[in-house]
Every structure is written in structure tokens, then in C-alpha cells.
Nanobody
Framework: QVHLVESGGGLVQPGDSLRLSCAAS???????MAWFRQAPGKEREFVAQ????????NYADSVKGRFTISRNGGENTVYLHLTRLTADDTAIYSC?????????WGQGTQVTVSS
């Protein structure tokens, strides 16, 4: 089992930056961690993914060049650095760990971009 706890969300203005964190714990072997987001009235969408060594990343086109995913291996924590935020980035951001036993999700953290 994998337990995920996100933090770092908040209310920011357009153009601002935020750093989200996802701390993972548990005994199940996992190979990658991803961030997803769900805006009000919309389907959940993939944002970014990083592998366990931290040397391979993947981003949704909508965030490429603005968001950066990174991993602190020593602490089993994955970060998502959000820059140049717009109102379209407003959503609940959740981290996800896919494993052979199924997908694990955190509770999510709210990011609201508003002037």
C-alpha cells in the first residue's frame, strides 16, 4: 500500500508561481509518480509524471514549459513547480502512484488562480 499526502496549494494571482509537494510512504514498490488535476465541471487530466530515479519526465502539452516535476528520492517526495499560472490552471491537483496492485491517490490540494 502507498499513502500519499499533497500540500502547497492556495490562492494566487495570474502569473504567480506555486510549489506543490506529494509525500509518499508505504511498502508497495512503485516506479513512477504523476500529478493529475481536475477543474470544476471537467474530467480529471494528466499533468506530469516522473520515474523513480527522477531522470525521466513527461508533461501535458498545456503545462509544458511552465510546470516542472522533480523528485527528492531521499524523502520519497515529488514536487510540482507551477509557474506563469493562469485561471485555466485552477483545479484540485492530486498525485498518483501506479503499482501492480492498482493506482493510489492522494486527497488533493486546491490551486486557485484569480485576480
Amino acid at each position: 500500500q502507498v499513502h500519499l499526502v499533497e500540500s502547497g496549494g492556495g490562492l494566487v494571482q495570474p502569473g504567480d508561481s506555486l510549489r506543490l509537494s506529494c509525500a509518499a510512504s508505504g511498502s508497495t514498490i512503485w516506479y513512477a509518480m504523476a500529478w493529475f488535476r481536475q477543474a470544476p465541471g471537467k474530467e480529471r487530466e494528466f499533468v506530469a509524471q516522473i520515474n523513480v530515479p527522477g531522470d525521466a519526465t513527461n508533461y501535458a502539452d498545456s503545462v509544458k514549459g511552465r510546470f516542472t516535476i522533480s523528485r527528492n528520492g531521499g524523502e520519497n517526495t515529488v514536487y510540482l513547480h507551477l509557474t506563469r499560472l493562469t485561471a485555466d490552471d485552477t483545479a484540485i491537483y492530486s498525485c498518483n502512484v501506479p503499482t501492480s496492485l492498482g493506482d493510489y491517490w492522494g486527497q488533493g490540494t486546491q490551486v486557485t488562480v484569480s485576480s
